[in-house]
């Protein structure tokens, strides 16, 4: 594809607002995760207290749980796409970066339901890697096991804001148009995070079924609960 240089300016802007959301959801904007397993526990009734419990349910139970997760993204991604996206370009940019952030919280939640929590540097590391099959951006294994976190997420987001940026720099041309950009807005934000928790539910799933296969893992809750009667 050629590219104008008024498009290629615009790609470049594009590329800086998603980079600058995905920056924000790494440092300011980070999930709670024991606040989301709370609300897990209660909204779907599950006897879970870590993440590392997630590994004693059954995994159609997380399907199904991440299934509801990706939905309900994508409503909310459609719309501020739409209610945004009555600007015109003028209101591209904190789209771009509320997408980002979203598509980010997103990734947590699912990582979480899967069983995996992002405290340490290794699993910061892993759920950026998980950003990076989202947006399908191929990272190396030299880049994921020579980089320390410092400089490994920094060198993540810029690839992964490249890959975004392109992708919306060329669905996005109709949102010169105001108003009618609204609609679609609404529906290309739908698509992008229906995506986007496409691949990253199969990253997470792959993984929680690997890890499963490595052996039981006792976790908090199970260590906690009374032992039964001999």
Do not use: C
Not at 16 to 38: C, F, I, N, P
Not at 161 to 178: D, V
Not at 199 to 213: I, V
């Amino acid at each position: 594809m050629t590219w104008s240089p008024r498009a290629v300016k615009a790609r470049k802007t594009l590329v800086k607002a998603v980079e600058s959301g995905l920056t924000r959801a790494y440092s300011g904007v980070k999930l709670d995760s024991v606040a989301y397993l709370q609300y897990l526990r209660r909204a779907h009734r599950l006897p879970v207290q870590t993440a590392a419990d997630m590994f004693h349910l059954p995994v159609e139970a997380l399907d199904h749980i991440a299934d509801q997760t990706i939905r309900s993204s994508r409503k909310i991604a459609a719309l501020e796409g739409a209610g945004v996206g009555m600007g015109g370009m003028l209101t591209v940019l904190p789209d771009m970066s509320f997408l980002a952030i979203m598509s980010m919280r997103m990734l947590q939640k699912l990582s979480l339901i899967y069983g995996f929590d992002y405290a340490t540097d290794e699993e910061i590391v892993q759920l950026w890697v998980a950003a990076g099959t989202a947006a399908g951006v191929d990272l190396g294994r030299d880049l994921i096991e020579k980089e320390v976190v410092e400089r490994f997420v920094p060198r993540v987001v810029e690839r992964v804001a490249a890959k975004m940026g392109m992708e919306i720099a060329e669905k996005w041309t109709a949102r010169l148009i105001p108003v009618v950009s609204g609609a679609i807005g609404g529906v290309l934000n739908y698509y992008f995070i229906k995506e986007w928790g496409r691949r990253a539910k199969a990253h997470f799933r792959a993984r929680h079924l690997a890890t499963r296969r490595l052996g039981p893992i006792r976790t908090i809750y199970e260590a906690r609960k009374p032992l039964l009667p001999a």
